[in-house]
């Protein structure tokens, strides 16, 4: 990957729902040639899945290490988000690049 993400883009986090609902960061996420921007939420998370955010590391020799925001489920595989309860609207934060 050439470049680490952009800027996030600056959410409006809506009131949180009824029930048990954590709320999630919109972050962006790498798909092998292009950054895409995921809004933040309310998720209903399941007893014992949890949320790994993304991490970016630069290598001694320069490379650059990026790893997208992840679900797990109770044993700890990497799994789909639970249920999103509500959205974000994002202001700004530019658009979703494509690297060549």
């Not at 952009?6 to 009824?18: F, G, L, M, Q, T």
């Not at 999630?24 to 921007?37: F, I, N």
């Not at 044993?75 to 988000?81: H, K, L, N, R």
Request: net charge positive; no cysteine.
């Amino acid at each position: 990957m050439p470049a680490p993400p952009p800027p996030a883009r600056v959410e409006i986090v809506p009131p949180k729902p009824h029930g048990s609902v954590a709320w999630v960061d919109g972050a962006w996420l790498w798909e092998g040639s292009r950054w895409r921007w995921t809004p933040g939420g309310w998720f209903a998370v399941p007893r014992g899945v949890r949320y790994a955010d993304w991490r970016a590391r630069r290598r001694e020799d320069g490379t650059l290490l990026y790893a997208n925001p992840q679900w797990f489920d109770p044993q700890g595989t990497p799994s789909a988000a639970p249920a999103r309860v509500k959205t974000a609207p994002a202001i700004g934060g530019g658009t979703d690049e494509k690297k060549t």
